[in-house]
């Protein structure tokens, strides 16, 4: 069983930063890739990005490249989301994810933190 714990979110103007964490309570953190996902108010949840076990590739989905950035510290069994040039529809509870490496799909979740961007 892994735990995770997301926190970082807030209220932030447009074109600002955020950087999410998420910790997970297992010793086999290294084991498992990391996803992050949002969810809009009345929306579907939605895929943003993904790292390896290792922290050697990275996807992302096109609305965010270049401005989010997934990165993970297997030392402190933490997973991090930093968000620039945010804009008023990045606003979404975001929550991160793990599940194995070699196939595309997440066991265990986090509760979610609620990112705002205002206009």
């Known amino acids: 069983q892994v735990q995770l714990v997301e926190s970082g979110g807030g209220l932030v103007q447009a074109g600002g930063s955020l950087r999410l964490s998420c910790a997970a309570s297992?010793?086999?953190?290294?084991?498992?890739?990391m996803g992050w996902f949002r969810q809009a108010p009345g929306k579907e949840r939605d895929f943003v990005a993904r790292?390896?076990?290792?922290?050697?590739?990275?996807y992302y989905v096109d609305s965010v490249k270049g401005r989010f950035t997934i990165s993970r510290d297997n030392a402190k069994n933490t997973v991090y989301l930093e968000m620039n040039s945010l804009k008023p529809e990045d606003t979404a509870v975001y929550s991160c994810?793990?599940?194995?490496?070699?196939?595309?799909?997440?066991?265990?979740w986090g509760q979610g933190t609620q990112v705002t961007v205002s206009s």
């Open positions: 994810a793990a599940g194995p490496d070699s196939v595309y799909m997440y066991q265990y």
């Open positions: 297992a010793r086999t953190f290294s084991s498992y890739a």
């Open positions: 790292i390896s076990r290792s922290g050697g590739k990275t």
